[in-house]
């Protein structure tokens, strides 16, 4: 923390500055939902006070400032994952969303036995559309499963590959233990069997530069709130032709070039896969989150999460009846570490955190068949931001130990 001003940064975060009780807020369940920086507040009540008016629609000037701002985070978005245009930037309600267009949009090219990879320690956002697909299709969906680290198999995912799967649908950052999967070489491999790919991003753009084109994914998909933007507003990258490929999911106004009782024609990217009025404001809130993080020292910000968990993950290692799972052998997990104390509930210890002010999060995580695997029904998982520091981790290490002796 000494080559930055970690202080300055964590001061911008309203949220952090309370207290619960008679305790400070120790918030390390940035993975569910990140803290607001002010600056996004502000964009976002700036717009519903003075800029609020519909987009694309009418020739006034207050449309015109909503529809301006509305295009310039669609640029600023093309920039921050390093897609080569803007129409390849398409703004959803949030990560789900986005993966629900694409497994919508392409039913009609899915046939009877085609094979869809899914990623075992993926988030339900990412099975569960492709189930619903395979159950319209007549598609299967075979998981790939992971190794003894819980992390994905690499050797069984080549062996997969043999079976020419349509599509590959892999996570980036696991949202349950913070594991990375080594997604460019894997999209290069479906790649080379000429299989569809989609990366979720949604762990991963808070704490890694993302270059969509580096990474040769077809879809790319994240949501704002888990990088210090609001709720409301997520983003479905895709090449063109992966876009172009898709049948949209929603139909209705802003989405069509004519309509008439005798036939629609609908209008090019991106809108044609926006229909409806979109969230302005969180699109306003996203591109005030995205200016912010790009003002910040990013190669000093990432060293410090790295070092952070790190550190996390060596003070929770020297408690006994700790199980950690999913620690990536070169102890580089992202964001987030997952455990359990003993048997004990992870809903319990959660509750005993909270009564001490620290809130982290216990549970399956939305990732049932990866608890499924690791042979738990749920855990607890401390995950941090930004904004976190090293007496975040002092202190939930001091209140888990408290909740050790209450438990064992
Ligand atoms: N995928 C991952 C990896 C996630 O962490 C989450 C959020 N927990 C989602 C998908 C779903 O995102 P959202 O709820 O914003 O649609």
């Known amino acids: 923390d000494s080559q930055f001003d970690h202080q300055a940064i964590r001061s911008q975060f309203p949220a952090l500055q309370q207290q619960l009780g008679d305790n400070p807020l120790c918030y390390l369940d940035t993975a569910a939902t990140s803290q607001k920086p002010q600056c996004v507040i502000d964009a976002m009540n700036h717009y519903y006070r003075l800029d609020n008016a519909n987009v694309h629609r009418a020739a006034h000037q207050l449309a015109a400032r909503a529809t301006l701002q509305y295009e310039q985070v669609r640029a600023q978005v093309q920039g921050f994952i390093n897609a080569a245009s803007t129409q390849q930037v398409i703004f959803t309600h949030g990560t789900t969303e986005s ?26 956002a990412n099975i569960v559309p492709w189930q619903a697909l395979a159950q319209r299709t007549g598609a299967k969906v075979i998981p ?3 190794d003894a680290n819980g992390c994905l198999n690499l050797s069984a995912y080549d062996a997969l ?7 590959v649908a892999l996570s980036h950052v696991t949202n349950a233990m913070g594991t990375i999967n080594p997604v460019k070489a894997m999209v290069a491999k479906a790649n080379n069997v000429g299989a569809m790919t989609l990366i979720d991003g949604a762990q991963a753009v808070a704490h890694l530069n993302v270059d969509v084109q580096a990474i040769d994914c077809d879809y790319y998909v994240f949501s704002g709130h888990k990088m210090y933007g609001p709720t409301g507003v997520g983003i479905l990258y895709g090449k063109l032709d992966a876009l172009e490929k898709l049948t949209p ?15 629609t024609s609908y209008t090019e990217l991106p809108n044609r896969l926006e229909a409806g009025t979109p969230a302005i404001s969180a699109v306003i809130g996203l591109g005030a989150a995205i200016t912010f993080l790009s003002e910040l020292p990013q190669a000093l910000i990432h060293q410090h999460e790295q070092q952070l968990i790190g550190y996390l993950q060596q003070q929770l290692s020297q408690l006994s009846d700790i199980s950690v ?6 102890n580089d997990n992202i964001g987030a570490v997952a455990f359990n104390l003993a048997d004990e509930h992870h809903q319990d210890v959660g509750i005993l ?12 995580h939305c990732a049932m068949p990866l608890m499924q ?5 749920g855990c607890c998982r401390a995950s941090i931001g930004i904004y976190s ?6 202190r939930f290490i001091h209140a888990l130990t408290e909740v050790k002796s209450i438990l064992l």
């Open 99 to 124: 993966i629900n267009m694409v497994a919508h949009g392409l039913t009609d090219l899915f046939k009877a036995g085609d094979v869809i990879l899914v990623d075992s320690a993926a988030h339900h």
């Open 144 to 146: 790939i499963p992971l």
């Open 161 to 167: 590959l043999t079976q020419v799967p349509k599509l």
């Open 249 to 263: 999911m929603l139909t209705g106004g802003e989405m069509i070039k004519t309509v008439s009782f005798e036939g």
């Open 325 to 330: 799972y999913g620690v990536t052998p070169n």
């Open 353 to 364: 955190l909270d009564q001490q002010g620290v809130a982290i999060r216990g549970g399956h």
């Open 373 to 377: 695997s690791l042979q738990i029904k």
């Open 389 to 394: 520091n090293q007496q975040d981790v002092d």
